[in-house]
């Protein structure tokens, strides 16, 4: 949070829990009772929000960073593509994905993918930028040096800013694409946050809530909002 607008910050969001907490939520609920659990683009887990290794789950990190060897925060960490898992099928009881999916080139095979190796009734729990929000439109068009940029303003090193597809980005793609995976849509949030990217400008930043406050009140503005958090699950009795 940069000093210039911390005081609105503090005015406008004085409980502020934002998209993680939803995430959270579908992860807790997907995750209740469940041993095994894949975290799909889990990195070197400087960014994971969960902790799913309580309770005696055993946690698997894929990731094609070399990064996720060193990953603190799974049992056992795996150097691999989303699209070329290196699991046998149906032995995954949930997936969780954070901020993943908008870097996928071919989503349709990485979907079907995860659909493979989670068991069946298991579930799959995304959360990823919604493409019709102004900062997703904005990222669309802009080079990777500058979304790398932009980030390190809020503490993220430029070797976890990764080249952005959204190719899967819209609540509809999600559920097409899924379906034809296998997976069944079971919850869909659309989530505002605080307009933290426009932290440089009080006058920006005051829009931003504005902007916020607008497509949170009016559910007919859902599609406008700037997260999906999905929870998928995959139809029992599927074999892929």
């Known amino acids: 949070m940069r000093r210039r607008v911390r005081d609105l910050f503090e005015t406008y969001y004085p ?3 934002g998209e993680d907490a939803v995430f959270l939520r579908h992860v807790a609920a997907a995750a209740a009772g469940c ?10 887990g400087a960014l994971s929000v969960h902790g799913l290794r309580a309770d005696g789950r055993f946690v698997i990190g894929v990731d094609v960073d070399t990064a996720v060897g060193g990953n603190a925060r799974v049992d056992a960490g795996v150097r691999a593509r989303l699209d070329a898992l290196p699991l046998q099928s149906n032995s995954i009881d949930v997936i969780v994905s954070r901020y993943v999916f908008e ?19 298991g579930r799959l729990v995304l959360l990823t930028p919604n493409a019709f929000h102004y900062v997703t439109l904005i990222a669309r068009f802009t080079p990777t040096w500058v979304h790398r940029f932009v980030k390190s303003g809020h503490g993220v090193e430029a070797k976890d800013v990764f080249p952005t597809y959204y190719r899967v980005n819209t609540p509809a793609t999600i559920e097409r694409l899924a379906r034809e995976a296998g997976l069944s ?8 946050s605080s307009p933290n990217y426009l932290e440089f400008s009080r006058l920006l930043y005051r829009l931003g809530i504005l902007y916020e ?8 503005l859902a599609g406008l909002r700037v ?14």
Do not use: M
């Open 15 to 17: 409980d502020y829990t």
């Open 35 to 44: 041993k095994r659990v894949l975290d799909a683009g889990c990195g070197s």
């Open 103 to 121: 870097h996928l080139d071919n989503p349709r095979r990485t979907l079907a993918e995860l659909a493979r190796v989670l068991r069946p009734n």
């Open 227 to 240: 997260n999906i958090v999905a929870t998928l699950a995959k139809t029992a009795g599927e074999g892929r």
């Open 185 to 192: 849509p079971t919850r869909v949030d659309l989530v505002e």
């Open 213 to 220: 406050r607008t497509v949170s009140r009016f559910s007919a």
